[in-house]
């Protein structure tokens, strides 16, 4: 037997990738993994393991055949369960038909004088009733390409065996899986001296990382240690990981140069789907050059950028830099300096946003005329659930401006328009929209509006909506869900 080049130990391995055979153990062989030229030289000792491994292996098979089956009967229920619900559905919408033929029978054997039945015809003659009818008798939820989105998730199988069953001398194939656990080990590495350089006695964990949620989090560190040491690992980490697809920052202060490094964080990750800067932007370059990266990314489903004082003029950069994000869903500016002019530019660009389901522009600075141009964008927003517009200058020409925008939208379930010195007047054109809002859980409003009003808008509401009276420091419930 031959012994490795490198120590005393029988050779398990031969390399051809030089003139010279190179004989290598398991403990010297591991940067030869990735060369087509290697071999391995069977031993008596790897020769012993061989029917033991055959036992482990068919163990193994045993055991992907059982899980093979409960994914089969999972499937199999979930089936059963769509087919059913499906069922019940289509019952109902056939009873739905036939009470439209019915319908149609009886006005068409109405006649000028004749008495009929009130509720069976002449309730369908009347204009508030003939609004309901002009709308969609059947909403669908569009919630079946998210569902399509997760079923490929629902099995995560990760295989090690097929390019061993090929034969070791083809283990070139898996190159590129041996170059990631060797720079893995290099970031491991890497890291352990970040640490014991880094002054900080802090223990704060800013990478999260795990099956369900990939993420990395920076609250108020505030302590140019812990900012350099939290971008140091930022940028180690984004070297290797492309699989980080949230990046939330909170209350942190950071220099031109640091940004700059954060920027460059944002683009190498390539998979971010949310990103969440909260009273972190200092100045007008560091929002340039963040909107200058927000221009060339189209996969962002979630922008968070409350508490950042941002004026019109950085409003309407970032309108020019997010029209390419199609997937947005969220969008939050809250508590910003935005006025008339800045709400004009961001409704120009809304319609772009066909999927966007979240809306938060309180606390800024947006009057009637900025309520104006959002009155013709929001209709276009068909999958919108919910908008927040408080604490702004509204005055109940921008709240009747609003409440017509949105009063069509299907699926509108949370609606906060509260401290907008709309007073009794507002809250009485609130109650004569609300009532179109048939998915409406929550209704926030001012609490200064009178007892009258208030009731006005609780009877208006649907028996499912919960009305929330508040201002800046107190918050009241005055209508509860109500079950049937």
């Known amino acids: 037997m031959q012994r490795c080049l490198n120590c005393t130990n029988t050779s398990d391995f031969v390399c051809y990738c030089q003139s010279s055979n190179l004989t290598l153990c398991y403990k010297h062989a591991s940067s030869h993994f990735v060369h087509e030229e290697i071999y391995l030289i069977p031993t008596l000792t790897s020769h012993r393991k061989i029917q033991p491994l055959i036992d482990i292996l068919n163990g193994k098979k045993k055991k992907i055949k059982g899980f093979i089956s409960q994914a089969e009967e999972i499937i199999g229920k979930c089936i059963n369960d769509i087919h059913k619900a499906f069922t019940d559905i289509e019952t109902k919408l056939n009873q739905c038909l036939s009470d439209i033929d019915n319908a149609i029978d009886k006005l068409k054997t109405l006649h000028f004088g004749k008495a009929e039945k009130y509720l069976a015809v002449h309730s369908f003659l009347f204009q508030e009733n003939a609004d309901l009818l002009n709308s969609d008798m059947v909403i669908f939820q569009q919630k079946y390409v998210y569902i399509e989105h997760i079923t490929k998730k629902l099995f995560k199988v990760f295989s090690t065996t097929e390019t061993l069953s090929q034969g070791i001398s083809l283990c070139n194939l898996d190159k590129e899986f041996y170059e990631k656990e060797i720079e893995r080990v290099k970031i491991q590495q890497k890291e352990k001296i970040l640490r014991k350089t880094n002054n900080s006695n802090d223990d704060r964990s800013i990478m999260k990382s795990n099956r369900v949620k990939n993420r990395l989090l920076c609250d108020n560190f505030n302590g140019e240690a812990n900012k350099d040491y939290y971008i140091d690992h930022s940028l180690l980490y984004s070297d290797y990981s492309r699989k980080i697809t949230r990046i939330s920052y909170t209350s942190t202060r950071f220099t031109d140069n640091q940004f700059e490094k954060i920027v460059q964080i944002f683009k190498n990750y390539e998979k971010i789907k949310s990103i969440e800067i909260e009273d972190v932007i200092s100045n007008e370059y560091q929002f340039t050059i963040f909107c200058e990266y927000l221009s060339k990314v189209n996969y962002l489903k979630v922008l968070c950028l409350s508490y950042n004082l941002l004026g019109d003029a950085n409003i309407q950069l970032l309108c020019k830099s997010i029209t390419n994000m199609k997937r947005l869903y969220s969008l939050n500016l809250f508590q910003n300096l935005i006025s008339n002019a800045g709400c004009i530019h961001l409704a120009k660009i809304l319609s772009t946003f066909s999927n966007l389901m979240e809306l938060d522009l309180g606390y800024n600075n947006i009057g009637p005329e900025g309520a104006e141009a959002l009155k013709q964008s929001l209709p276009q927003l068909k999958l919108l659930e919910e908008l927040s517009i408080d604490h702004n200058q509204l ?64 009877e208006a509401v649907m028996k499912s909506c919960k009305v929330i009276c508040t ?14």
């Open 471 to 484: 201002n800046d420091n107190d918050r009241v419930v005055i209508k509860r869900w109500q079950l049937d």
């Open 395 to 458: 005055l109940p020409e921008g709240i009747m401006n609003i409440m017509i925008g949105i009063h069509t939208l299907p699926h509108i379930s949370i609606l906060n328009i509260a401290m907008n010195d709309g007073f009794d007047e507002g809250g009485l054109i609130i109650a004569e929209y609300a009532r179109y809002l048939k998915c409406l859980t929550k209704l926030y409003i001012d609490i200064v509006t009178s007892a009258d009003v208030k009731q006005s808008i609780c």
